[in-house]
T-cell receptor
Framework: NAGVTQTPKFRILKIGQSMTLQCTQDMNHNYMYWYRQDPGMGLKLIYYSVGAGITDKGEVPNGYNVSRSTTEDFPLRLELAAPSQTSVYFC??????????????FGPGTRLTVL | RKEVEQDPGPFNVPEGATVAFNCTYSNSASQSFFWYRQDCRKEPKLLMSVYSSGNEDGRFTAQLNRASQYISLLIRDSKLSDSATYLCVVNPRGGYQKVTFGTGTKLQVIP
């Protein structure tokens, strides 16, 4: 049981390039989330999904897109990378969205630098 | 007022000391509360949920004060391995998309 896995671990992009951050979970969780964490800041929700085929915007969705074709996978797409997207990106999942049972399990993160 | 506020610290304490952190929240409808631990450059991991009656897990005790809208985390007999950033997490009933993470309180346990 690997939990939540993310690839790549590190990436440097040039301004204007695009990339996809991969996230996979093997816990059969319906709920999945993408966060970004800037230095010294809290986690900001980018997008979330409550099940395959269903996604919605979080707090900071601009410049990102997601898809959820399977329960396991929740890739995050960056189009036209900008320096403001330099951050650490965490993917998370939970079995349910209902408090207080919605403990989130996080992947190890992807450290992205845009130059 | 921020939805969730934490003192960023750092709290520098000697081994064996007792240390406490508070976290205040602004939404009185908040229904569930958690403490997560985040080691440097690592992902957050659940430390413990916070129950209305308070709960304990070994050296860690979590309390909820709904009247004053804060939760607390008490760590007794601090270990070097407790050095980390502690994140407060708050969300309203059923509001999975509204989960709010605090910016964290940094703890450094000194030999």
């Amino acid at each position: 049981n690997a939990g939540v896995t993310q690839t790549p671990k590190f990436r440097i992009l040039k301004i204007g390039q695009s990339m996809t951050l991969q996230c996979t979970q093997d816990m059969n969780h319906n709920y999945m989330y993408w966060y970004r964490q800037d230095p010294g800041m809290g986690l900001k929700l980018i997008y979330y999904s409550v099940g395959a085929g269903i996604t919605d915007k979080g707090e900071v969705p601009n410049g990102y897109n997601v898809s959820r074709s399977t329960t396991e996978d929740f890739p995050l797409r960056l189009e036209l990378a900008a320096p403001s997207q330099t951050s650490v990106y965490f993917c998370a999942s939970s079995s349910t969205g209902l408090a207080p049972y919605n403990e989130q399990f996080f992947g190890p993160g992807t450290r992205l630098t845009v130059l | 007022r921020k939805e969730v506020e934490q003192d960023p610290g750092p709290f520098n304490v000697p081994e064996g000391a007792t240390v406490a952190f508070n976290c205040t929240y602004s939404n009185s409808a908040s229904q569930s509360f958690f403490w997560y631990r985040q080691d440097c450059r690592k992902e957050p991991k659940l430390l413990m949920s916070v129950y209305s009656s308070g709960n304990e897990d070994g050296r860690f005790t979590a309390q909820l004060n709904r009247a004053s809208q804060y939760i607390s985390l008490l760590i007794r007999d601090s270990k070097l391995s407790d050095s980390a950033t502690y994140l407060c997490v708050v969300n309203p009933r059923g509001g999975y998309q509204k989960v709010t993470f605090g910016t964290g309180t940094k703890l450094q346990v000194i030999p």
